[in-house]
């Protein structure tokens, strides 16, 4: 049974506009919580707003990289929610501002009004990774448990969902070319975690209902291949498809190209990111740091994949199962 505020409090999402924000946003705006939802374009945010009651949830203009932007938003905050994270860096948005600075930023923002912390990062975070997502991502967890020793810090797997942008770009990519690419081989392993179960083990962070200064590894039921993924994928959409296996070399080169567009299918990081399993460690099962130990049990793939593939398939709903 869902629990009910009687008397709201204020939560700041930063990163609330986001694929996994908007999840998040609309299950604390169920629990009665007041959501102030910071982002750098808080007008490309009003799409939040009817996830609510009215004034329930409210956009707000934060950037990470503007320390007094962040200052603002956190003010009067009883919890505060860091959900800023990017896959490829552009512009001024450099994994090292954005993730590890960002991070540090919000965290003494909310330590300075004494609100609690609740940090999403990834699996994949590693200080010592090739890539300098995982590696900002280690970095920044370490500045928010030095900031904020009892901050709770939530690491999950790919997560998938209706706007995701790891299932929804293979689908979408399986309706124009003739093969997809296995990256190294395809054998990496991978763990997807649906987008309302992350959702959810957040508002139990903000309910105080995680242990404090813990991180926690969110995955879902299953553990596949990055082949099995797309096998899957194809197999819900209905289309036949090659599965070409791209070596790590010839990946990297493809990716230095690909890397120059202003949204790339692929950057050089991806694929070093792409070379260690993601997936819940042997630590964080026996610890019960994960969404079993929080009381949750994670939806498959399965269940959830067909709900929104469905478009990419070639009559869309009409599309009989036997079509290829």
């Known amino acids: 049974m869902t629990e009910i505020l009687q008397t709201p409090q204020i939560v700041t999402v930063f990163g609330g506009s986001g694929f996994v924000g908007r999840h998040v946003v609309r299950a604390l705006a169920k629990r009665g919580y007041l959501v102030r939802v910071a982002c750098r374009r808080p007008e490309l945010a009003n799409f939040l707003q009817p996830l609510g009651n009215v004034g329930q ?18 003010q009067g905050a009883t919890h ?23 991070a540090h930023a919000i965290a003494e923002a909310a330590r300075s009004v004494g609100a609690q912390f609740t940090h999403v990062s990834a699996i994949g975070a590693d200080a010592h990774s090739e890539s ?28 998938f969902g209706p706007e995701d942008a790891f299932y929804n770009r293979f689908a979408n990519m399986a309706r124009f070319s003739p093969a997809l690419p296995l990256i190294g081989g395809g054998e990496t392993k991978l763990q997807p975690v649906f987008v309302g179960d992350v959702a959810e083990a957040v508002v139990r962070s903000v309910q105080g209902k995680l242990e404090a ?21 194809l197999e819900i959409t209905g289309r036949k498809r090659l599965l070409v296996v791209l070596p790590w070399s010839l990946a990297n080169l493809k990716a230095s190209i690909l890397q120059l567009l202003p949204n790339p299918l692929l950057t050089k990081d991806q694929v070093a990111l792409l070379k260690t399993h993601n997936v819940v460690s042997g630590h964080a099962i026996k610890a019960g740091l994960t969404l079993d130990g ?5 939806r498959s793939t399965a269940a959830i ?4 593939l469905w478009r990419y398939r070639l009559a869309g709903q009409f599309t009989q199962k036997t079509e290829a």
């Open 57 to 74: 949830i409210q956009p707000i203009q934060a950037n990470v990289r503007v320390r007094w932007s962040v200052d603002r938003a956190v």
């Open 80 to 102: 505060v929610v860091n959900l800023v994270g990017i896959l490829h860096e552009a512009g001024r948005q450099k994994f090292s501002s954005v993730q590890e600075f960002g």
């Open 132 to 159: 300098l997502y995982a590696q900002t991502k280690a970095r920044a967890e370490k500045a928010v448990l030095h900031t904020l020793p009892d901050a709770v810090i939530l690491r999950p797997s790919i997560v």
């Open 213 to 233: 200064g813990k991180t926690y590894e969110l995955g879902g039921p299953d553990v596949r291949t990055f082949r099995e993924c797309l096998e899957q994928m």
């Open 294 to 298: 929080m009381g949750l049990e994670p």
């Open 305 to 308: 994949l067909p709900s929104y």
